[in-house]
């Protein structure tokens, strides 16, 4: 197994990254464009494995589109222009993508079959399934369509209410995607707020969506025009240098272009709330855009908290590298009702804790989170693995750069996903 030496004993951390872009409104900028009728034009993609996932589906659906150095172009014909794939579509490591196209494909009146890799064939799908066959789609798959490689046969939806029983940004916007080809209303109701790029993208596109309480509906029969997207960065992908700033010593970084909707900044209020020395610099974006600014960060004195409830939705995977943040507290972190970790690209409370108790930290699971006690000095002088999942191998990248000894890590490759460039730009920020 290959290995990754990681820069361990840190003496500061200072300068500027520009955040790459973010990786769920890259992959909603694909999907609207490839449906809209017209040419879409998207800069700062996400050129993350996911996102080219996303492309690659979408080239098979017969959507034209063009990769530039800058820009992705988007070539759309209309939902009726989708074609039937003659090729499985293969989503790789991406939820955010089958969970999505599952929507797409389930108003179309033809045959798809939908595959992934290793970690996507564990991860639970009749949370789509199941509502999308209430809709009228048929789909079948391993365990009663509970696990890819699943097939869809779509066409002649019938508009619906649906309760979802856990808080989830991906089943919603498969519903709206259905909704949107289907005969009549289709309500959904979420049990907490998660992030609502599909229903702005819905509105920059020229279509409507409503929101009421905890309600979202979209009436069927709409279409859509192609437009102009300015995907912002990643806060996601910002969370893991927001950490570096406050736990290694003599830092001060300031993250440029990062996405600021409210159903996205947990991290950055349970930052605060935790004593971090940080500044938001919001920039001016109008109503309906997704909002932007900068975020400095220094190294800060931090003490522990407790994040549950409707926050969770709002960091959801940003969790491990708060683990990491709360090794540096004083006193205890808790974390709970934050059950969907065990459904991610590995199941995230037992990576996360099993990695870090490697590196030296108190940090216990619990069935719905984890419980973390600081501050504890990281050690290192193990290995640690990513397991294949992206934001594992991040959290560890950015562990090392506090432990004394060596730290090595094993299947770095995983960061691809969402943030190739991380390694450097972690590097540049080294004096
Ligand atoms: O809609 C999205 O783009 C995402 C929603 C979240 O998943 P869930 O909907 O499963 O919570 C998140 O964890 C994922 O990284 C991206
Ligand atoms: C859970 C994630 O993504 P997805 O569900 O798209 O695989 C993630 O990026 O942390």
Redesign the pocket.
Known sequence: MKQKKLMTQIPALNGEVIIPGD?SISHRSIMFGAIAEGRTVVSNFLMGE?CLSTISCFKKLGVEIEQTKHEVIINGKGLNGLKEPSEILNVG?????IRLILGILSGRPFHSVLIGDESIGKRPMTRVTNPLRQLGATIHGRRNAEFTPLSVTGGNLTGTTYKLPVASA?VKSALLFAGLQAEGKTTILEPEKTRDHTERMIRTFGGKVTEENDAVIIEGGQSLRGTNIHVPGDI?SAAFFMVAGAIVPNSEIKLKNVGLNHTRTGIIDVMKQMGADMEIIPAFTKEDEEPIGDIIIRTSSLKGTTISGALIPRLI?EIPIIALLATQAEGRTVIKDAEELKV??TNRIDTVVNELSQLGADIEATPDGMIVTGKKELKGGSAVSSHGD??IGMMLAIAAAICDEEVLLENEEAIS??YPNFFTHLENLID
Not at 93 to 97: D, E, K, L, V, Y
């Open positions: 990786k996911d490591n991406s939820g955010t993508t991906q996601s995977d991610k690209e992206h934001r996903v969402s």
